[in-house]
C-alpha cells in the first residue's frame, strides 16, 4: 500500500503557473508508474497525465500537453505536476494516484488503484 499526499494547489491568475507535489510513503513508490487526474465540480475524473518509473517516458492528454509536465524524484518518493499557462477551465481538484501493474501509462481512473486526497487548484480570470 501506498500513502499519497498532494500539496502545491490554490489561487493563481490565468496564464500564472502552479507546481503541484505528491509525496509517497514506502518504498513501491519506486516500483509503480504514477498519474495525474483532476475533477471539476459536476465532471467526471479526467486523465492528466503520467510517467514510468525512470521517469523517462511519459504521456499527457491533449488537453494539457505542451502546458503541463509530469516529472518524478525517485529519491524524494516524489511525483511533480508542473503547469503552466494555466487557464480558468484548469479549476479542479487535483489527485495523484499509482498505476496498477500491466498497464503501462495507464490513462483510465479504474487502471489506477492508491490515491491522494486532493489539493484544489483555482484559476481566475
Known amino acids: 500500500q501506498v500513502q499519497l499526499v498532494e500539496s502545491g494547489g490554490g489561487l493563481v491568475q490565468a496564464g500564472g503557473s502552479l507546481r503541484l507535489s505528491c509525496a509517497a510513503s514506502?518504498?513501491?513508490?519506486?516500483?509503480?508508474?504514477m498519474g495525474w487526474f483532476r475533477q471539476a465540480p459536476g465532471k467526471e475524473r479526467e486523465f492528466l497525465a503520467a510517467?514510468?518509473?525512470?521517469?523517462?517516458?511519459?504521456n499527457y492528454a491533449d488537453s494539457v500537453k505542451g502546458r503541463f509536465t509530469i516529472s518524478r524524484d525517485n529519491t524524494k518518493n516524489t511525483v511533480y505536476l508542473q503547469m503552466n499557462s494555466l487557464k480558468p477551465e484548469d479549476t479542479a481538484t487535483y489527485y495523484c494516484?499509482?498505476?496498477?501493474?500491466?498497464?503501462?501509462?495507464?490513462?483510465?481512473?479504474?487502471?489506477?488503484?492508491?490515491w491522494g486526497q486532493g489539493t484544489q487548484v483555482t484559476v481566475s480570470t
Open positions: 494516484a499509482t498505476c496498477r501493474g500491466g498497464y503501462g501509462l495507464g490513462t483510465r481512473e479504474e487502471q489506477y488503484d492508491n
Open positions: 510517467i514510468n518509473l525512470s521517469g523517462g517516458s511519459t
Open positions: 514506502g518504498r513501491a513508490f519506486r516500483s509503480r508508474f
